[in-house]
């Protein structure tokens, strides 16, 4: 009975091991994809947004959740779809931002409220968490490595890139650089197969 718990302990620290493995690859995998599509991304989560905000409405209409767990669910996700008219540039100090965790945190204890009054089942729980209250946050955390990757194309006040090269008061050395490598690869020309 005792090897029998040895390696019940070692499978079980394996599983959790390789789990966390799996979690990481497949988070990595989500920020690599959000990087490189940015317009998807934006779309996948306005249809989120939709789809869980008609779950809201089918809890409250067909499962009698209460109304101040749906109405706090609702305007949550009204604040989220609100971001994406910047996605993927998130402000952590903008009032939407702030305005966001603190309904985060308030929808949090009403839930927690709601499932303990109506004695639900862990599954009930974990899944109305999952799904009406985590799911759309988890996607702006993942996606918060897209901001990080954009190349600045305009400012409000002036174009950033060109704005460099037109400026008559800067020196050209970046310019110069790329103009001595566009010699050199053009003077040997010749020596190309």
Same mark, same amino acid.
């Given at each position: 009975m005792v090897f029998m718990l040895i390696v019940t302990i070692l499978a079980t620290v394996t599983q959790i091991a390789l789990i966390s493995v799996f979690i990481g690859a497949g988070l990595y995998f989500l920020a690599e994809f959000v990087e490189e599509h940015n317009t998807i991304t934006k779309k996948l989560i306005k249809w989120t947004i939709n789809i869980i905000i008609l779950c809201h409405l089918g809890? *409250?209409?067909?499962?009698?959740?209460?109304f101040d767990l749906i109405a706090i669910g609702l305007l949550s996700h009204g604040v989220y779809y609100f971001w994406l008219s910047d996605f993927p540039y998130i402000s952590f100090t903008s009032l939407s931002f702030v305005f966001s965790l603190v309904l985060l945190i308030f929808s949090h204890g009403l839930a927690f409220k709601f499932f303990v009054q109506r004695h639900s089942t862990f599954l009930e729980v974990l899944s109305y968490f999952t799904i009406c209250i985590w799911m759309v946050p988890f996607m702006y955390v993942v996606s918060l490595s897209a901001n990080d990757n954009i190349l600045p194309t305009t400012n409000s006040e002036k174009k950033i890139v060109?704005? *460099?090269?037109? +400026?008559? +008061?800067?020196? *050209?050395k970046l310019k110069n650089i790329f103009n001595y490598i566009a010699d050199m690869t053009t003077k040997n020309d010749h020596l190309k197969y």
């Open positions: 809890l *409250y209409f067909f499962d009698d959740v209460s060109s704005g *460099y090269f037109n +400026n008559q +008061n800067r020196s *050209y």
